[in-house]
């Protein structure tokens, strides 16, 4: 992962805020019929309990989340090495090999530089004494950094349905499959889901989300003709969405940079059109939080912290694996031992 950035796909949580059509073309969606469940829980405190579900199913887990950041882990072993006979008077040639592993990592030099710097004050200071104390206050800083800069990791839908998930980011950042992995983590916690096929630039984008509706058995909403207006797309799964009862409507999009101004207009338009079926809606505008994906075949792990650090935006969920089961909800404490082990 060259650019942290770059693999990221960012959503906004019952605030649709992104999408691109291209041509000015409009063409009814057509509605494809996987399947229909019906959700058992009610109204009242529903977003509420599936968020917090969902983040307690996380700490169990563990071992998905482990086994995602192996080469993170592998990379930032050193750091055991490196301490397992740490003296006083090597100091400075360990924390500068630290340095090496948290760059290397994907820290970042901002924040890897803040890190360094922290523990060389409690080491003079006398603060930290031994190996295990350095190793200890390394783990707290990074944990302290993610729960106060972007403490609210838990899915906060809000209160009204159907709540608006639109996922948004670059090309090949792993958009429609994390859209499809959120939706099957999300039907098994008992919300009923419908997909709306936005991306209608991409080709194969809605046969990939058709695809993604079969094997979660949700319904989708796609457009008749690969010129359609996303907008038009969406608007219209939203409004089924309300008609018919469903708690999440999730939006695939097109992948699109943030300095393409007509690009990022139309991600304003698709917000227009879906405030317009459900009033009020979005009632947040703007990016509520991050999933950071394909972190399984890379060793740089660190940049979750570095991204954390620089955006303030909480991570919600991480990729670390090809598999339906393998978008996993962020938990700060867990990622922390996780690469740190």
């Known amino acids: 992962m060259a ?6 796909p960012m959503f906004t949580a019952n605030r649709s805020t992104r999408q691109q059509p291209l041509t000015p073309s409009s063409t009814l969606p057509t509605t494809r019929r996987v399947s229909r469940f019906r959700c058992s829980a009610g109204q009242t405190g529903f977003f509420t309990r599936l968020g ?13 989340l482990f086994s995602g950041f192996s ?6 072993a050193v750091i055991d090495e490196l301490l397992l006979y740490w003296n006083l008077a090597d100091t400075d040639r360990v924390l500068d090999e630290l340095e090496e592993a948290l760059l290397v990592s994907d820290f970042g030099p901002k924040i890897t530089f803040k890190i360094v710097d922290s523990l060389k004050e409690d080491i003079l200071s006398g603060k930290l004494k031994s190996g295990s104390e350095i190793k200890d206050a390394l783990k707290k800083f990074v944990l302290d950094l993610l729960t106060s800069k972007a403490p609210k990791t838990e899915l906060q839908l809000g209160f009204r349905k159907p709540a608006v998930i639109m996922i948004v980011g670059v090309n090949g950042g792993g958009k429609t499959t994390s859209l499809g992995k959120l939706a099957n983590r999300l039907k098994k916690e008992g919300a009923k889901i419908l997909l709306a096929a936005g991306d209608t630039f991409r080709a194969a984008a809605s046969d990939q989300l058709e695809v993604w509706a079969e094997r979660t058995g949700c319904e989708i909403i796609t457009a008749e003709k690969a010129n359609a207006k996303a907008s038009s ?15 999440i409507v999730l939006c695939d999009t097109s992948g699109r940079l943030h300095t393409n101004y007509s690009l990022m207009e139309d991600l304003i338009a698709c917000k227009k059109a879906v405030s317009k079926v459900v009033a009020g809606a979005p009632n947040v505008v703007g990016i509520t939080g991050l999933v950071l994906t394909k972190l399984d075949g890379s060793a740089r792990g ?8 620089e955006l303030g935006i909480p991570v919600k969920f991480v990729g670390v694996g090809e598999g339906v089961e393998d978008l996993q909800p962020f938990d700060a404490e867990t990622f922390v031992n996780a690469i740190f082990s």
Do not use: F, P
């Open 302 to 309: 660190g940049c979750v912290v570095s991204v954390v650090d």
């Open 233 to 247: 797309v969406i608007s219209q799964a939203v409004k089924k969405g309300k008609d018919e009862g469903y708690d």
């Open 52 to 64: 917090r579900l969902i983040k307690e199913k996380a700490k169990s887990d563990v071992d998905k």
């Open 71 to 76: 080469k993170t882990r592998d990379n930032l």
């Open 3 to 8: 650019s942290s950035l770059s693999r990221i």
